[in-house]
């Protein structure tokens, strides 16, 4: 009897223990995984919140000053080399044949000719693209007869800083191929200036003093 009673207490003893022992595990184990699983649900508000306050720089815009050369442009004295008076009405057929360089370009001319209206000299629709770096060269067509001249524009009037190019008047004869610098730091400026001649049909070269 007292042997039963004996094995029976050892054997409470034994199950109270390994309880202990599983509680014991099952408390260091979850406390880790808690842990853990706090910290992960914690991390995306942390970067919401960092996200939140990143702001994107403004933009600052500032105005170029504008320089004395491209100011001056529009003060030039057009009224000193006045074309006659011209109500246009309608265009001449294009002559293609009055300028031999003209075909090479016939397709830019045709449709500056058919969509303009006289720009130069009362009588004349220009049209003006590149030649190559810094160099830009046009014609004009005469609406009254289709003939077609080359304007004063190309290599001998190009430069490396120019501050404006192909300058001209409906109601002036006078005709500003360049304004020119001999560097981007030069405050002075230089002109290829000329007036077209209606008798003569050729422009002729004018001076800076002619032109202010």
Same mark, same amino acid.
């Given at each position: 009897?007292?042997?039963?009673?004996?094995?029976?207490?050892?054997?409470?003893?034994?199950?109270?223990?390994?309880?202990?022992?599983?509680?014991?595990?099952?408390?260091?184990?979850?406390?880790?995984?808690?842990?853990?699983?706090?910290?992960?649900?914690?991390?995306?508000?942390?970067?919401?919140?960092?996200?939140?306050?990143? &702001?994107?720089?403004?933009?600052?815009?500032?105005?170029?000053?504008?320089? $004395?050369?491209?100011?001056?442009?529009?003060? %030039?004295?057009?009224? &000193?080399?006045?074309?006659?008076?011209?109500?246009?009405?309608?265009?001449?057929?294009?002559?293609?044949?009055?300028?031999?360089?003209?075909?090479?370009?016939?397709?830019?001319?045709?449709?500056?000719?058919?969509?303009?209206?006289?720009? %130069?000299?009362?009588?004349?629709?220009?049209?003006?693209?590149?030649?190559?770096?810094?160099?830009?060269?046009?014609?004009?067509?005469?609406?009254?007869?289709?003939?077609?001249?080359?304007?004063?524009?190309?290599? $001998?009037?190009?430069? +490396?800083?120019?501050?404006?190019?192909?300058?001209?008047? +409906?109601?002036?004869? +006078?005709?500003?191929?360049?304004?020119?610098?001999?560097?981007?730091?030069?405050?002075?400026?230089?002109?290829?200036?000329?007036?077209?001649?209606?008798?003569?049909?050729?422009? $002729? &070269?004018?001076?800076? &003093?002619?032109?202010?």
């Amino acid at each position: 009897m007292k042997v039963n009673l004996l094995l029976i207490s050892m054997m409470v003893v034994v199950l109270f223990s390994c309880k202990e022992k599983k509680e014991a595990v099952k408390t260091e184990v979850s406390q880790p995984a808690l842990a853990d699983t706090v910290a992960a649900a914690a991390a995306p508000e942390e970067v919401k919140t960092d996200t939140a306050v990143i &702001k994107e720089p403004e933009s600052i815009k500032t105005e170029e000053p504008e320089t $004395e050369a491209a100011a001056s442009s529009s003060h %030039f004295a057009f009224d &000193k080399f006045p074309s006659k008076n011209y109500t246009f009405v309608k265009k001449a057929k294009l002559d293609f044949s009055s300028d031999e360089g003209a075909y090479n370009f016939r397709t830019r001319i045709q449709e500056a000719y058919a969509s303009g209206s006289p720009d %130069f000299a009362s009588y004349y629709i220009t049209v003006t693209f590149g030649c190559g770096a810094s160099c830009i060269m046009g014609m004009m067509m005469d609406v009254r007869d289709g003939k077609i001249y080359g304007l004063p524009l190309g290599e $001998e009037t190009s430069c +490396l800083f120019a501050e404006d190019r192909a300058i001209f008047d +409906l109601n002036s004869r +006078l005709f500003i191929a360049s304004i020119c610098k001999e560097s981007p730091e030069d405050k002075s400026v230089y002109y290829h200036a000329f007036v077209w001649n209606e008798d003569k049909k050729v422009f $002729e &070269k004018v001076e800076k &003093k002619d032109i202010k």
